[in-house]
């Protein structure tokens, strides 16, 4: 027998749990579809360690303790994972088909970030054919007096770098603009990282199954000639973001994303989207942002 809920969220990532907390404090009828066999989306795959600074009421707080804070407000059994959307099928009672089972609930959230997704290549020479490039971090202490090439510009990479700088006076970080897209203060005061803008890989030199180096080439003007630079590593770090895997759900779409209503986060009716998933004009993508579109979201669903 198909089962019914009231309100159906689809992702345990920040978001979701989030929301699924309001939902467990208020007595809603609810569930949450996951498509992995962990709760905790990114934060816990890819970043556990990155320190969360843009949370209301929460001065600094790791990501995976972060997940932790959220689970515990929420009833581990409405968390139905290894659950994988595969249709969703728009109506008076919305259906939502999984690999395991059909759903029907009278509100749908969408909150699963970008969904499935593959980390995006370093994109040198036998990437592929080496250990000691990595695209997540676990664990800091792992990598403690080592020589490490972080390269990305955004948040993530920046605060790896920021973290390491801290364990080992041997931290490099790249970055293929002038400017970072991250905060650059999260690494101001890290007097002995060094930083290479506008720099890209060029390529890497290998032994056996290791990185032992990788060569940067700097990005200029077509007609002037760049300037190369080899940095020896015992690890390179990747923070490119990630590839995701589309979707064939019934909605318009921005790229990857589902283009919602500004105002409520609507996709259809009573569909809504929220945190990195939905697009709409001046979208900020991090958790503040999505808590509050959280908000929203529960408050419209309660004036129906």
């Given at each position: 027998m198909?089962?019914h809920?009231?309100?159906?969220i689809?992702?345990?990532?920040p ?5 699924a907390?309001?939902?467990q404090?208020?007595g ?5 579809l996951?498509a992995s066999?962990?709760a905790?989306g ?7 360690e990155k ?5 209301k ?8 303790e972060y997940i932790s804070?959220?689970l515990?407000?929420v009833?581990?059994?409405k968390?139905l994972?290894?659950?994988k959307?595969?249709d969703?099928?728009p109506g ?6 999984t690999n395991?089972e059909?759903?029907s ?7 699963t ?5 593959t980390p995006?290549p370093l994109?040198?020479?036998n990437?592929?054919d ?7 971090l676990d664990?800091?202490s ?9 390269f990305?510009?955004?948040d ?5 770098a920021n973290h ?8 490099s970080?790249?970055?293929?603009r ?5 905060n ?5 005061d890290?007097?002995n990282?060094?930083v290479?803008?506008?720099f890209?890989p ?8 290791k990185?032992k180096s990788?060569?940067?080439r700097?990005?200029v003007e077509?007609g ?7 940095i020896?590593?015992?690890?390179i770090?990747?923070?490119y973001?990630?590839?995701a895997e589309q979707?064939?759900?019934?909605f318009?779409?921005d ?10 986060y609507k996709a259809k009716?009573n ?6 998933l939905?697009s709409y ?7 503040q942002p ?5 908000d ?9």
């Amino acid at each position: 027998m198909q089962k019914h809920f009231h309100i159906l969220i689809v992702g345990a990532g920040p978001a979701g749990l989030y929301l699924a907390s309001k939902c467990q404090k208020d007595g809603s009828d609810y569930a949450i579809l996951e498509a992995s066999d962990s709760a905790g989306g990114q934060l816990t795959r890819l970043y556990p360690e990155k320190d969360i600074i843009d949370i209301k009421g929460i001065e600094v707080i790791k990501a995976k303790e972060y997940i932790s804070y959220l689970l515990k407000q929420v009833d581990s059994s409405k968390i139905l994972l290894n659950n994988k959307v595969s249709d969703i099928i728009p109506g008076n009672r919305i259906i939502v088909k999984t690999n395991k089972e059909e759903y029907s609930c009278d509100f749908l959230v969408l909150a699963t970030g970008l969904g499935s997704s593959t980390p995006r290549p370093l994109g040198v020479n036998n990437e592929n054919d080496v250990d000691n490039i990595l695209y997540k971090l676990d664990d800091f202490s792992s990598l403690k007096d080592k020589r490490v090439a972080v390269f990305g510009g955004g948040d993530s990479a920046l605060d790896w770098a920021n973290h390491l700088s801290k364990i080992s006076d041997h931290i490099s970080l790249i970055h293929r603009r002038t400017e970072f897209r991250g905060n650059p203060d999260t690494i101001k005061d890290c007097h002995n990282l060094k930083v290479y803008l506008p720099f890209v890989p060029d390529h890497i030199d290998v032994e056996g199954s290791k990185a032992k180096s990788v060569t940067i080439r700097e990005v200029v003007e077509e007609g002037k000639t760049p300037k190369y630079t080899r940095i020896d590593v015992d690890f390179i770090l990747v923070n490119y973001g990630n590839i995701a895997e589309q979707s064939n759900f019934p909605f318009a779409k921005d790229g990857a994303f589902i283009i919602v209503d500004q105002n409520s986060y609507k996709a259809k009716e009573n569909i809504f989207v929220i945190g990195d998933l939905a697009s709409y004009e001046n979208k900020k993508r991090r958790i503040q942002p999505s808590i509050e579109e959280a908000d929203r979201v529960y408050k419209i669903i309660y004036q129906h």
